[in-house]
Each structure stands twice: as structure tokens, then as C-alpha cells.
């Protein structure tokens, strides 16, 4: 699956900070569809390597309805990297608005936790290439950073 995408409402029941969900809980949806969609793409169980760049727009209130979106970029011989969006508006209607965006990367394993071979996937229309580009840049600087 090359990409998929997660509805659902944010929970009334949470703890809210200031009147909305916290940042670890959107990046936890955001992980949530990434591994979605890495491990459907390798047919199996994979590990997260790398979550980060999150950069949040505007919050997410309780009762608010959530859409989550994670996108393959690109893929290397184990792994799978991805962008993913976050998206939320009111229930009653209207336009979803961005609320926050990362990238992430997983690498497909075995039974024993040792990397896989996943089918390769390479971006062809301008605007997958320049996502991809955008997600191997932003993940191979914060590599060098560490």
C-alpha cells in the first residue's frame, strides 16, 4: 500500500492541554499511520527508525475529526520512508486544516528482528520526486546532525 490514511475523532475523554490534544498524541496518529502504511507495503512486521521534522500549524481540540495521512517517498533494500500529514477540523463541516507534518522511516524485519528485503518503490510524477527528495534530505540531515 502505498499510502493510507486514518480518520477518526479526537477522543473528548483525553486530558487536553490548554484545550487540546498534546503534541505527543499527534505524533503518536502520525506513527500510528506510518507504520500502517510501512507494514503494509513490506507484508509484515517493521520497526520505526526514524520519526522527526514534526512541524505543528495549529492545534487539535477534543471532538475535532482527525485525518492522518502517511505516504510512501521512497524505499530503500529493508526500509520505507515516509511523509506523513496531520489534519483536523470541526465535525459539524468544513475544510480539514493542516495541523502538522513529519517524515519517518521503518525498516521491514524478520521473525528473528533482522532486516528484510522489501519490493522497491521509486516516486515517477514530479511531485512524488520532489517529495522524496524532500524526506531523504530532511532525514539524512538529521542523521548527520547526531
Same mark, same amino acid.
Given at each position: ?12 475523554? %483525553? &486530558? ?6 498534546? /503534541?505527543?498524541? !499527534?505524533?503518536?496518529? $502520525?506513527?500510528? *499511520? ?19 521534522? %514534526? &512541524? ?6 477534543? /471532538?475535532?475529526? !482527525?485525518?492522518?495521512? $502517511?505516504?510512501? *517517498? ?73
Amino acid at each position: 500500500m502505498q499510502s493510507i490514511t486514518l480518520r477518526f475523532l479526537a477522543s473528548q475523554n %483525553a &486530558l487536553p492541554q490548554a484545550g487540546r490534544m498534546s /503534541g505527543g498524541t !499527534v505524533l503518536r496518529w $502520525a506513527d500510528d *499511520a506510518a507504520f500502517a502504511c510501512a507494514s503494509a507495503w513490506a507484508q509484515g512486521p517493521c520497526v520505526a527508525d526514524f520519526v522527526g521534522g %514534526a &512541524l505543528f500549524m495549529q492545534p487539535v481540540r477534543p /471532538g475535532d475529526l !482527525v485525518e492522518v495521512q $502517511a505516504r510512501l *517517498a521512497y524505499t530503500t533494500d529493508t526500509g520505507m520512508k515516509l511523509a506523513v500529514e496531520v489534519r483536523s477540523g470541526p465535525l459539524q463541516g468544513g475544510p480539514l486544516q493542516e495541523v502538522m507534518h513529519c517524515v519517518a522511516a521503518y525498516t521491514a524485519v524478520d521473525a528473528g528482528e533482522q532486516p528484510r528485503a522489501v519490493e522497491k518503490w521509486l516516486p515517477e510524477t514530479p511531485g512524488d520526486i520532489a517529495l522524496a527528495q524532500r524526506v531523504k534530505a530532511h532525514i539524512e540531515a538529521a542523521r548527520a546532525a547526531q
